[in-house]
C-alpha cells in the first residue's frame, strides 16, 4: 500500500523533462549556527536576511521573530536595525514609532501639509462578510493642525436563525494650535459605536462612548543628554450600553523620558496613566453609585557601559488597574490587579562572537477577579547563559533556577490553597563544522521542577504535590555531499519520571522514556527540480511503578517527501506526500522475564497534496491545491484486530490574486478562491460497518482592498 502511494511521486517527474530553471539552495552556516533552520529564509517582498542569525543573537531576539519584523515593516534587517538606534526603542516598537510620530503635530516639519488617505476592504468568506472602510486626514497649516482618523466596518454573520449585522464606527478628531515646535494646545473628540441584532439575542446588543477632551503635547530637552515628552488629554466621557450608564470625567496621561551621559549610560523610561471618575447607573438593578477607576503602567530601563566588553542593564515594570464593573447581581464589583517585576543583568563579550549573561528577575503579581477572588504570586528567578566559539567548537549553555509563591485563598467559599515551585534547568550544546563538508551537533538537557501544595482555610481537594525531573540526549549531523545533494541524521534520547508524593496519588507515578530518529536528505533532480524527504521513528515506554499490568508503547513511523519544481519563470509546481503508521499497546512482562508489546490499537495517516502557482503578470497571479488524505484507525476485540473507523476526505482550493497600481497614489489588491471539500467516513461497532453520508462544503472567499494615500 505504501509503495503504490509513494509511486505517485513520479508524476512530477515527468512534467519536469523539459527545461526549467535554477532553483536557490540552502545557505550554508558554519560554527555554532550550523543548525539553523534557513529553509524558511525565502526572498520576501525584496528583503535580504543575511547573517539574519548572528544579528538576532547579538540583539537578544528569536531569529524567527526578527524576520517577522523584517517582513511587517518592509525595510532590511541593517535599516530595521539602525531605525531603532535613531528612535531609541527597541526593534519591535519601531513601526508603531514610527506610525505615532507620523501624526505628531510636534514632529511636523512643513508649514503646510495636507493629506488624505482612505482605504475600503471587503472579505467574502463562507459564513461571514466584511466590510471596512476607513480614512486619515491630516492637515497643517502654520501653528494650526486638523487630524482625524475614521473606521467603519460592517460584518454579517450567518446564523441557524437568520443573518446577524454588526456595526463598529470609529473616529477620533484632534484639532489644535502649536504655539511653539514644543508645545500644542488643543481638544479631541473619540466616539466609538457599535451595534447588532444578533437574532439569538432578544433585543439588539449595542455601545455609545463618547469622550471630549482638552489635549496638551509638549517636548522637552533641557539639556542635550535629557529629551523628555509629556502628553494630556482631559474631558467629559459618556458611556452606554446594555449594562451600564456612566457619566462623569476622564484623564489620559502618557509620557517618556530618555537620559543619556556618553556612551556609558542610558536610563528611559514610559508611561500612562487613565482615571476617570462618573456616576454609574446599573440597568439590571437601577442601582446608582460612583465609580473611580484607575488603569497605569510605567516602564523603564537603565543600560550601563553597554559599548563595552562589560556591561550592565536593568529594566523594570509597574502595572495597576481597579476598575468597577456590573456583575450578575446588578452590583458594582471592583476587579483590580497589579504587577511590578525588575531584572537585573550582567553581560561580557567572549571571543568574537561569543557573550555570558547573568541575569536575576524578582516579579509581584496580585488580582482579583469575580470568579476565583484575589491571588497573588511572587517570582524570583536566576539565570546564566553563553555562547562562544573556542578552537572551532561552537559552545553553548544555560542554567535557570526560578522559585515561586502564590496563594489563591478563595477558590471556593470556603479557603483556597497556595502553591510553591521550584524550577531548574540546564542545557547545553556543541557544535563542529568537521572534514569541510560535516556539521555535528551534540546537546543535553536536565530539570527538575517541584511543586508544593498547602490548603488555606477549609479546601478539600488542592492539586496534588509533586517532582518531576527531565533529561534528554541529542546527536545530530548534516553531511553536504555536493551543491546538489546533502544529508542528516539526528537521535534523541529522553527520559520524564513523574513522582506525586501524597500516598494516595503514587498509583499515578510513571516514568516516560523516549526515542527519535530522523533521517532527511536534499536532492537537486535537474536544474529547477528538488526533492526533500523527512524519515522519522520514534518510541515512547511509559511505565507505572505501583500499577501492574498498565504499561505502554506507542511506536511512530513517519516519512514526507516533497518535489519542488520551477518550470518556468511565471510557473511553479509543489508535490507532497506523507505519512504516519502509529501503533501503540500495552508493555507487559511474561513469565520467561521479558517483556512483550501487545498491540491494542494503530493508527495511519497518508495524504498527498501539491500546489500550482502561475503569475501571467506581476500584478496577478493564479494558484490550485488540490488535498487528499486519508485516515484509518484499527482496535482489538478480543484479543483480535478489527477495524475502527476509516475516513477520507478531498479538499479544492484555488483563486486569483491581485495587486495592482492605480495611478501614482492608489493600489487595488485582493483575492478571489472557491473552496470545495468533501469528507466520508466509516465507523464499526462490533466489526459492523456503518457508513456515515458524504458531506461537502462548495463556497467562493474573496477580498477586495482598495487605498489611496498622497
Do not use: C
Request: proline share 4%; hydrophobic share 35%.
Amino acid at each position: 500500500m505504501l509503495l503504490r502511494k509513494l509511486s505517485l511521486l513520479l508524476i512530477p517527474l515527468l512534467l519536469v523533462t523539459a527545461s526549467v530553471l535554477p532553483g536557490r539552495a540552502q545557505e550554508d552556516l558554519s560554527g555554532r549556527y550550523a543548525f539553523a533552520d534557513t529553509t524558511l529564509l525565502r526572498d520576501t517582498l525584496g528583503l535580504k536576511f543575511t547573517r539574519l542569525f548572528q544579528l538576532a543573537d547579538s540583539l537578544q531576539l528569536t531569529p524567527d521573530t526578527l524576520r517577522a519584523l523584517s517582513v511587517r515593516y518592509r525595510v532590511t534587517l541593517p535599516r530595521l536595525v539602525s531605525l531603532s538606534d535613531s528612535l531609541h526603542v527597541p526593534v519591535d516598537s519601531v513601526g508603531v514609532t514610527l506610525e505615532r510620530e507620523r501624526f505628531n503635530p510636534l514632529a511636523a516639519r512643513t508649514a503646510a501639509t495636507n493629506e488624505f488617505a482612505y482605504n475600503t476592504t471587503y472579505n467574502l468568506q463562507q459564513t461571514r462578510s466584511s466590510w471596512v472602510n476607513g480614512s486619515d486626514y491630516n492637515f497643517v497649516l502654520g501653528s494650526l493642525f486638523l487630524r482625524n482618523v475614521t473606521t467603519i466596518q460592517l460584518d454579517r454573520f450567518a446564523t441557524g436563525g437568520g443573518t446577524a449585522l454588526w456595526q463598529t464606527r470609529d473616529a477620533n478628531t484632534e484639532v489644535g494650535w502649536r504655539l511653539s515646535p514644543d508645545y500644542s494646545f488643543g481638544g479631541r473628540a473619540v466616539m466609538n459605536r457599535f451595534n447588532s441584532d444578533d437574532p439569538s439575542t432578544i433585543t439588539g446588543v449595542g455601545e455609545t462612548r463618547n469622550e471630549y477632551q482638552l489635549s496638551m503635547r509638549t517636548r522637552h530637552r533641557p539639556t542635550r543628554f535629557i529629551t523628555s515628552e509629556f502628553n494630556l488629554f482631559s474631558g467629559a466621557v459618556d458611556l452606554r450600553n446594555a449594562e451600564q450608564e456612566k457619566h462623569g470625567w476622564s484623564a489620559d496621561a502618557n509620557g517618556r523620558f530618555r537620559q543619556t551621559s556618553g556612551r556609558w549610560f542610558v536610563h528611559e523610561l514610559t508611561g500612562r496613566l487613565n482615571a476617570s471618575l462618573s456616576k454609574v447607573n446599573v440597568v439590571s438593578s437601577s442601582l446608582r453609585e460612583n465609580s473611580r477607576d484607575l488603569i497605569g503602567n510605567l516602564n523603564g530601563s537603565v543600560s550601563l557601559f553597554n559599548a563595552s566588553r562589560v556591561g550592565f542593564k536593568t529594566t523594570y515594570n509597574a502595572q495597576t488597574s481597579d476598575v468597577g464593573q456590573p456583575d450578575v447581581a446588578g452590583a458594582i464589583s471592583r476587579v483590580k490587579s497589579s504587577r511590578a517585576s525588575a531584572d537585573a543583568a550582567v553581560r561580557t563579550r567572549l571571543g568574537p562572537d561569543g557573550y555570558l549573561n547573568l541575569t536575576q528577575r524578582v516579579a509581584h503579581i496580585e488580582q482579583v477577579t469575580v470568579l476565583n477572588g484575589p491571588s497573588s504570586r511572587n517570582t524570583n528567578s536566576i539565570s546564566l547563559d553563553g555562547r562562544t566559539t573556542w578552537w572551532g567548537w561552537g559552545l553553548e549553555s544555560r542554567f535557570q533556577t526560578e522559585f515561586a509563591n502564590s496563594e489563591t485563598p478563595q477558590a471556593a467559599p470556603t479557603g483556597g490553597y497556595g502553591e510553591r515551585s521550584t524550577v531548574r534547568a540546564l542545557d547545553g550544546a556543541m557544535t563542529r563544522h568537521l572534514f569541510g563538508r560535516l556539521n555535528a551537533r551534540v546537546s543535553a538537557r536536565i530539570g527538575l521542577n517541584s511543586y508544593r501544595y498547602r490548603v488555606i482555610g477549609d479546601y478539600g481537594s488542592p492539586p496534588v504535590s509533586r517532582d518531576q525531573a527531565t533529561q534528554s540526549y541529542m546527536a545530530e549531523g548534516t553531511y553536504v555531499v555536493s551543491n546538489d545533494f546533502n544529508t542528516g541524521l539526528s537521535l534523541e534520547v529522553g527520559r520524564n519520571q513523574l513522582v506525586n508524593l501524597p500516598s494516595v496519588s503514587t498509583a499515578a507515578n510513571n516514568t516516560l522514556r523516549t526515542y527519535r530518529a530522523e533521517w532527511r536528505w536534499t536532492y537537486r533532480l535537474l536544474t529547477g527540480l528538488t526533492a526533500t524527504q523527512r524519515n522519522t521513528m520514534g518510541a515512547n515506554y511509559t511505565s507505572y511503578n505501583f500499577l501492574t499490568g498498565a504499561d505502554r508503547l506507542s511506536l511512530d513511523y513517519g516519512t514526507a517527501t516533497t518535489l519542488n519544481a520551477v518550470l518556468t519563470p511565471r510557473l511553479s509546481f509543489d508535490l507532497n506526500h506523507s505519512g504516519q503508521v502509529q501503533p501503540s499497546g500495552n508493555w507487559t512482562r511474561q513469565a520467561d522475564g521479558l517483556y512483550y508489546f501487545q498491540p491494542a490499537d494503530e493508527s495511519r495517516v497518508f495524504s498527498l497534496s501539491s500546489r500550482i502557482q502561475y503569475t501571467p503578470a506581476s500584478v496577478l497571479s493564479f494558484s490550485l491545491i488540490p488535498t487528499f488524505r486519508s485516515s484509518e484507525r484499527d482496535g482489538t476485540l478480543n484479543g483480535v484486530s478489527s477495524p475502527q473507523r476509516r475516513s477520507r476526505n478531498l479538499n479544492f482550493q484555488g483563486g486569483a490574486n491581485l495587486n495592482l497600481p492605480v495611478g501614482q497614489r492608489g493600489l487595488l489588491s485582493g483575492s478571489v478562491g472557491r473552496t470545495y471539500f468533501a469528507d466520508r467516513s466509516i465507523t464499526f461497532a462490533a466489526g459492523a460497518p456503518t457508513p456515515s453520508p458524504r458531506s461537502e462544503l462548495d463556497y467562493w472567499t474573496g477580498a477586495l482592498q482598495f487605498s489611496w494615500r498622497p
